[in-house]
């Protein structure tokens, strides 16, 4: 369409025209995301011509038609500026029924939700469209919601969170989402001020349907239910990407602990429920990792303390379900093919790292899964399908960032113990996590841990002495290529290997390693010349 005659006729039609035209531009372009750069300027117009018309006094189908041409506008970040205006900004926020930085009374609010026709919702639900699209692509317009601060409206919407429609309520939702994302310093005033954070679990307790049966324990779902609706599955994520941000920095106080609690007794809840599909499921446990990865690790021992539901006797009486679901969700993220390990997996991993670190019970779980006793020490660590055969293949991964967490989850599975550790994956896997800590030499990490000992299975006790403590496995005996040769032979053989090291180290293609006494590497030459560290222990006169 000819955007010269739009801009005209918003100028000189009437009401009822308007709306035709703009129906049928929406009808062409809404799929179009790809804009033409010289028709910038007239789009540009378009925008405050179609905020000029919001403006006026026009009918509720009017107003649902202008927002949608907004709407497909506001896909392009560079033709926003007359809506990231003061005016613009409160002009879509008063038709999503935000009432900018104004005290609302939430009773008043929910009556006033109730009563609204479904024409007008429909203009509430394009106004909080338009105002996420803006709000992510504009700046300038982020910085007009922090002034006239809207997120204070948007607070007040939540308190009516259980008259929400689904549209409402996700895109609002959303929109507390983005501007908690894109703008940091309107997290502290949501947290300490708007108290966005017990507001956010009144909508995850509401929309997830919990049930208390005791302190910080929910309900467990009904094995036969129908699984949860997709609606209020998409609402959760929402709200649970919101409070993700809102949990970033630290957090202190009676109150804050009593949320914080209350949070993570609600994804433990989350953990056990079931979506529609199986995909959406696991993306909700995702959020929730990531979310439970933001609680002070103290406050997960809520994951497995369920008294009155009770827990395995084995474990002190801990309930293991949750972390049962975890581990079982890390194994779907290793499985994922072409996926992002980054971003997928090392969330969970560090998760359970940090869990099984402070809380002795889960350790033990968590290790009786992963780490069994061992029997077949006939194959390299690395090959097979166990989960630990998984665990040890990513200790050598080329991202630097998933060779460290999963190293550190096994680790802090063995106690931090070194010896424990080889026994598992052997020297050459472990070697980049001991360089790292300075645990080449042997030895344990910094964490105390419980007495609670490991015992060896008969196989991996008659099998031990046959290890190759490099490979971690039992090695097929193979030819010495050495043996039918003279002594004259070897050692020219000798001399022409060591002649081939310091080529190559002279030329710095390679530089030859030590370990130094307190079991960090360093240049050879360093780790020869270095005297040996008196030892304070020592029992010697």
């Not at 907004?70 to 009432?99: F, H, N």
């Not at 645990?439 to 000992?453: A, I, K, P, V």
Request: glycine share 6%; net charge negative; hydrophobic share 35%.
């Amino acid at each position: 369409m000819d955007l010269n005659n739009i801009l005209y006729q918003l100028e000189t039609a009437s009401e009822e025209d308007i709306e035709k035209l703009l129906q049928q531009y929406n009808v062409e372009n809404t799929q179009t995301f790809s804009f033409d750069p010289k028709e910038e300027t007239l789009r540009s117009k378009l925008c405050h011509g179609v905020l000029t018309v919001l403006g006026r006094q026009v009918q509720p189908s009017c107003q649902k038609t202008c927002l949608e041409t907004l709407r497909i506008m506001s896909r392009d970040k560079r033709v926003l500026a007359p809506v990231a205006t003061k005016e613009g900004m409160l002009t879509l926020a008063g038709m999503a029924r935000l009432r900018a930085g104004e005290e609302q009374d939430a009773d008043k609010k929910s009556s006033q939700e109730q009563t609204l026709s479904e024409e007008n919702k429909r203009v509430v639900v394009e106004a909080l469209k338009c105002l996420c699209n803006v709000v992510y692509n504009s700046p300038a317009a982020q910085q007009v919601c922090v002034d006239v601060q809207l997120v204070r409206g948007l607070c007040a919407s939540l308190a009516t969170a259980r008259t929400w429609s689904h549209e409402v309520g996700l895109f609002t939702l959303r929109l507390l989402f983005l501007l908690s994302a894109l703008q940091p310093p309107v997290r502290g005033l949501l947290r300490r001020e708007w108290h966005a954070v017990r507001l956010l679990t009144e909508v995850l307790e509401h929309t997830l349907d919990v049930r208390w049966v005791g302190p910080y324990e929910a309900a467990r779902p009904d094995p036969q239910a129908v699984s949860m609706p997709a609606e209020n599955n998409e609402r959760a994520m929402e709200a649970l990407k919101a409070m993700f941000n809102l949990t970033l920095s630290e957090t202190g106080g009676e109150e804050d602990d009593h949320q914080l609690r209350l949070i993570a007794a609600i994804l433990r809840h989350l953990l056990m429920l079931k979506t529609e599909t199986e995909e959406k499921t696991e993306e909700a446990h995702s959020h929730a990792v990531n979310l439970l990865n933001n609680l002070p690790v103290s406050y997960l021992d809520v994951l497995i303390d369920v008294p009155v539901q009770g827990g395995q006797e084995k474990y002190a009486g801990k309930n293991m379900d949750a972390i049962e679901v975890l581990l079982d969700f890390m194994e779907k993220r290793i499985d994922k093919q072409g996926s992002n390990y980054k971003e997928g997996l090392t969330p969970v991993l560090s998760l359970l790292t940090e869990g099984s670190r402070h809380h002795r019970e889960i350790r033990r779980y968590i290790k009786a899964q992963v780490l069994p006793p061992l029997k077949d020490v006939k194959s390299r660590p690395e090959i097979g399908t166990t989960i630990r055969n998984k665990l040890v293949r990513l200790m050598t991964h080329v991202d630097m960032g998933v060779k460290q967490t999963a190293a550190e989850f096994l680790f802090v599975l063995c106690k931090e113990s070194v010896d424990n550790l080889l026994k598992y994956t052997g020297y050459g896997n472990a070697a980049g996590l001991l360089a790292a800590r300075g645990l080449l030499g042997g030895g344990r990490g910094e964490t105390q841990y419980s007495d609670d000992q490991d015992s060896d299975t008969e196989e991996y006790k008659s099998a031990k002495p046959f290890i190759n403590p490099i490979t971690g496995h039992v090695e097929e005996p193979i030819p010495n290529p050495v043996e039918e040769m003279t002594e004259e032979q070897k050692e020219y053989e000798a001399e022409k290997l060591a002649n081939m090291f310091d080529k190559l180290s002279r030329q710095h293609v390679i530089r030859p390693m030590g370990v130094k006494p307190d079991g960090t590497l360093a240049p050879l030459e360093e780790t020869l010349c270095s005297p040996p560290e008196e030892n304070s222990d020592s029992d010697s006169d």
